[in-house]
């Protein structure tokens, strides 16, 4: 990595931020394509009710990418030039490009949902249970749908779910019938239970959990969720927080660089953290 005044600054804004592994996901892809010295990607502590200064300060420096997590994925939308069709559907921004003094929002997280799943099956008419009706949920959901999967949303709070699965046209349910849980092709958890320092809850029962499931929890710390130890003692296939991490930072990449991104080296990092 040689930097210099040419070097173009990402930059990923959050709070907290210390823990984010983009940056050293996505200097590791720059490095990979040798282009370190043309792309920099820092984090930034930001409080949410700064974020509009954050971006006016951005582009007057031109900051060339803008990396969003929590928690400013919705705030942010405010403060930008153009959102495109996919954020504005999710209600979301996690990633803002510099187009030549231009910000224009993306949402890359339904990618991080949708990529590492299709990776195994094909999404068409599963029937898929997405616990949660956050924002990421929302994600999760846009793209399960755009895949033509058959979505049933269960929550915490029940109203949610409902709003939401007449948002996207697809089901709530309060699975008061905990045995329903078996009849899922793919359940994936969107919500933060299981998340340390509570690592020893799930978000849902797990004794209907088969092995004829794929089970998802876009949990990442701790590495295996309790969600997903007890998938795979019952013999499901499971898919680890870091896949939903790794694949919306490849699309990321793309919209930052141009180039496509080489996702051996951006998973090793994740994988070696
Ligand atoms: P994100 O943007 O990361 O999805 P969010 O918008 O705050 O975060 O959404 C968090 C989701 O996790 C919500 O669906 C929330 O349920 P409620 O709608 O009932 O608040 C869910 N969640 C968080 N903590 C939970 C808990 N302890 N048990 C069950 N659900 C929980």
Redesign the pocket.
């Known amino acids: 990595m040689k930097l210099s005044a040419k070097t173009k600054i990402c930059l990923i804004i959050g709070d907290p931020v210390a823990h984010s592994l983009s940056p050293a996901m996505h200097n590791a892809g720059f490095d990979a394509l040798g282009i370190g010295n043309k792309y920099v990607f820092l984090g930034a502590k930001v409080k949410v009710e700064d974020v509009g200064i954050a971006v006016q300060a951005m582009r007057k420096m031109g900051i060339h990418g803008l990396t969003c997590t ?2 400013h ?1 919705i705030e942010v939308m405010k403060y930008l030039d153009e959102i495109d069709e996919v954020a504005k559907k999710i209600g ?1 921004v996690n990633t803002v490009l510099n187009q030549n003094g231009k910000f224009i929002g993306f949402n890359t997280d339904w990618l991080g949902v949708v990529t590492p799943l299709e990776k195994i099956i094909d999404l068409s008419k599963r029937k898929v249970l997405v ?8 994600a999760a959901i846009f793209g399960l749908s755009k895949r033509k999967a058959k979505v049933t949303i269960f ?3 029940k109203e ?2 409902i709003l939401l699965a007449k948002e996207f046209n697809c089901e709530a349910t309060d699975l008061i019938k905990k045995s329903d849980i078996s009849n899922f092709d793919i359940i994936i958890n ?4 299981g998340m340390k320092p ?1 690592e020893i ?1 799930t ?1 849902i029962t797990v004794e209907y959990l088969t092995r004829n499931q794929i089970v998802f929890d876009i949990v990442y710390v701790p590495y295996e969720t309790k969600l997903l130890i007890e998938a795979k003692k019952r013999g499901a296939m499971v898919v680890h927080g870091i896949e939903m991490l790794l694949y919306q930072g490849t699309a990321q990449f793309e919209i930052y660089t141009g180039q496509k991104a080489p996702e051996k080296v951006m998973r090793a990092i994740l994988e070696t953290r």
């Open positions: 929590i928690p994925k979301a616990l949660g009706a956050g924002g990421a949920a929302r929550n915490r709070t949610k779910a969107t919500t933060s239970v509570r809850e978000p």
